[in-house]
């Protein structure tokens, strides 16, 4: 059910648009920016699952101003690859009180460019494991950019699904490094929640620096708008690892491309209502993503 839906059949009532007043400091875990500028910035994925929309910094911030939030961490887009010159010219725009990175690397980003790429404020390496997204590392790649990124004092990003999850619960188990499961794990698995990988995501989450990004939930949900199912995981989310839990917008929401896009100060109405109370609102906006990305 779309927003327009639920507002025509009453089923808003249930996520009034309440006025948003989020705590300071408040951090936007993860975002993507693309340029306008294609020459500058050009496609460099072979065959990208999307086609890259225009959505550039100011656009973000003016988002951020409207929904309260202060700090945030740019994520570099599977479109650009391992060319990071857009996520490094735009972290170059902001302060590092404001905002930090998040690569992508393998073996071809040079030991001199993670020195670039920590200089920056990049405190994180992101690997996508789902094979639609076609930048799936091999096993031995993605254990040497872990001891590499390790050396730096950085954390890894895992985007998955159950299935993805499942083969690599034994390397995530390994890691030396805290480790961050994207999106909530993927859940949604051809219109239904996979109870498999939501009991595999708890057990990850109860490990040591195992930590989950309360996002997308939006798409997660099988209900729709207003997304009373993700919110019930959400909560069970929550509850599993208090103190290793973030979130982000996912801004621009390529992922709802083609389809009807989620309203920004509604994703943040959904994540208040994974949390009881604030306390907990100030945890996991604020102080854990503090602790990870060292703001």
């Not at 059910?1 to 989020?22: N, Y």
């Not at 805290?178 to 057990?203: C, E, F, T, Y």
């Amino acid at each position: 059910m779309t927003r327009q839906a639920a507002r025509a059949s009453g089923a808003e009532e249930a996520f009034a648009d309440e006025p948003l007043r989020l705590p300071r400091g408040s951090c936007d875990s993860q975002l993507h920016v693309y340029a306008r500028d294609r020459s500058t910035y050009p496609i460099r994925h072979d065959r990208p699952l999307y086609e890259a929309p225009v959505a550039e910094l100011p656009d973000a911030l003016l988002m951020h101003e409207q929904v309260g939030l202060e700090r945030l961490v740019l994520v570099q887009a599977t479109v650009y690859t391992t060319d990071h010159t857009l996520l490094l010219d735009s972290l170059a725009q902001l302060t590092p009180a404001r905002a930090r990175g998040v690569a992508i690397v393998d073996d071809s980003v040079s030991d001199a460019e993670l020195k670039r790429l920590d200089a920056a404020g990049v405190r994180a390496a992101r690997f996508n494991f789902q094979q639609r997204l076609g930048l799936v590392p091999t096993l031995d790649g993605f254990r040497r950019s872990v001891r590499r990124v390790q050396d730096l004092g950085w954390f890894i990003k895992i985007f998955g699904g159950p299935n993805e999850l499942a083969d690599i619960a034994d390397e995530i188990k390994r890691c030396e490094v805290p480790v961050v499961i994207d999106h909530m794990g993927h859940l949604n698995q051809g219109g239904v929640i996979n109870a498999a990988g939501l009991k595999l995501l708890r057990s990850i989450l109860e490990q040591k620096d195992r930590w989950v990004m309360l996002s997308n939930g939006h798409r997660l949900s099988i209900s729709g708008y207003p997304w009373d199912d993700a919110a019930v995981i959400g909560r069970l989310l929550y509850d599993t690892a208090p103190e290793c839990c973030i979130w982000g917008s996912d801004w621009p929401h390529v992922g709802s491309l083609g389809g009807p896009m989620p309203d920004d100060g509604d994703l943040v109405r959904l994540l208040l209502r994974y949390l009881p109370d604030e306390a907990a609102v100030e945890r996991v906006l604020v102080r854990n993503p503090a602790e990870l990305f060292g703001f």
